[in-house]
């Protein structure tokens, strides 16, 4: 089946560093791929989405670019804020495998911390 | 102010009893859902329902019940509990069911059985 992998569970950061997270999957078909980010207290809400080879998602200066050669899909932000401290998923839908927009396969998640 | 709100926020359930979690969305949503997410598995799919019909159910157990008696509301009955169950269960809305829509997520139940 579909599967996302996460490399890093934690990472810690000053402001201003420069912050990447890996995720490569696995899927059979041509999936759409995301990422969302959860703040404490809250649910998961969407940052972007990417759905062709070479596409690039951004938002709030987050960005990631598809790589089917890859299978990849690294989160990265030139310079983190401490209000970026939050867990960040990948994660991946696919038409193929009965997959649709809302039914997602999740990787574990990364947990970023940003001091001051 | 939240657009969708689950109630409780916490559980705590003794093995074999019965539970139910409640959901509301307030985004005028056609398409609701329920994920949950352990310690050892990351946010998983469990059900979607889209006006109200059941769509897809990827829970393996019966046990699970999602119930809806409104078209916002999506909640979900857990009997027989099991200390596996022990989760945080997320519910979330689109505005349709289909490819394109945004999915919105409530801050979930965390539901502990011991």
């Known amino acids: 089946g579909d599967s996302v992998t996460q490399t890093e569970g934690q990472v810690a950061l000053s402001e201003e560093d420069f912050l990447t997270i890996h995720c490569n999957y696995s899927?059979?078909?041509?999936?759409?791929l995301f990422w969302y980010v959860q703040y404490p207290g809250e649910g998961p809400q969407l940052l972007f989405r990417a759905s062709r080879d070479k596409e690039k998602g951004s938002s709030r200066g987050f960005e990631a670019t598809y790589d089917k050669g890859t299978t990849s899909f690294h989160l990265r932000k030139a310079s983190v804020q401490e209000s970026d401290s939050a867990v960040y998923y990948c994660a991946l839908s696919d038409l193929n495998s009965g997959g649709s927009n809302a039914k997602l396969t999740f990787g574990k998640g990364t947990k970023l911390s940003v001091k001051s | 102010d939240p657009k969708i709100i689950q109630k409780p926020k916490y559980l705590v359930a003794v093995t074999g009893s019965e539970k139910i979690l409640i959901c509301e969305q307030y985004?005028?949503?056609?398409?609701m859902y329920w994920y949950r997410q352990s310690a050892k598995k990351p946010l998983e799919f469990m059900f979607s329902y889209s006006y109200q019909k059941l769509m897809d159910n990827q829970t393996a157990s019966s046990r699970f019940q999602p119930q809806s008696s409104k078209k916002n509301h999506l909640d979900l009955q857990i009997t027989a509990l099991k200390p596996d169950d022990s989760a945080t269960y997320f519910c979330?809305?689109?505005?349709?069911?289909?490819?394109?829509?945004?999915?919105?997520f409530g801050a979930g139940t965390r539901l502990s059985v011991l």
């Open positions: 985004l005028g949503h056609n398409a």
């Open positions: 979330a809305s689109s505005q349709e069911a289909d490819w394109g829509y945004t999915l919105y």
């Open positions: 899927a059979s078909g041509y999936p759409t």
